[in-house]
Nanobody
Framework: QVQLVESGGGLVQAGGSLRLSCAAS????????MAWYRQAPGKQRDLVAA???????KYADSVKGRFTISRDNAKDIVYLQMNSLRPEDTAVYYC???????????????WGQGTQVTVSS
C-alpha cells in the first residue's frame, strides 16, 4: 500500500503562485509515476500533470507553460509549481501514483486526501 499526503494549497490572487507537495510513503519502491489531478465543484477529476521516475512528463493543455511538475525520487515527493494562476484553476488538487507510458498516464488506486486551491479574481 501507498499513502499520499498533499500540502501547500491555499488562497491566492490571480497571477500569483503556489507550490503543492505530495509525500508518498509505504510501498514506494513500485512507483513508476506520480501525478496531480484536480476537481472543481460539479466537475470530473482531471489530470493536471504527471511525471515518471525517469523524468518523462505530461501536462494538461490548460496548464502548459504555467505549471511545472517535479519529483524528488529519493524522498518520494512530487511537487507542482503553479504560476500565473487563474480563477479557473480553483479546485481541490489530488496526488496519485500510477504509470506514465507512451505519453499516457494510467492512474493507480491510491489517492491523497486533496488540498484546496482557490484563486481569486
Amino acid at each position: 500500500q501507498v499513502q499520499l499526503v498533499e500540502s501547500g494549497g491555499g488562497l491566492v490572487q490571480a497571477g500569483g503562485s503556489l507550490r503543492l507537495s505530495c509525500a508518498a510513503s509505504g510501498s514506494t519502491f513500485s512507483i513508476n509515476a506520480m501525478a496531480w489531478y484536480r476537481q472543481a465543484p460539479g466537475k470530473q477529476r482531471d489530470l493536471v500533470a504527471a511525471r515518471s521516475s525517469g523524468g518523462s512528463t505530461k501536462y494538461a493543455d490548460s496548464v502548459k507553460g504555467r505549471f511545472t511538475i517535479s519529483r524528488d525520487n529519493a524522498k518520494d515527493i512530487v511537487y507542482l509549481q503553479m504560476n500565473s494562476l487563474r480563477p479557473e484553476d480553483t479546485a481541490v488538487y489530488y496526488c496519485n501514483v500510477g504509470t506514465l507510458r507512451v505519453g499516457y498516464y494510467y492512474p493507480g488506486n491510491y489517492w491523497g486526501q486533496g488540498t484546496q486551491v482557490t484563486v481569486s479574481s
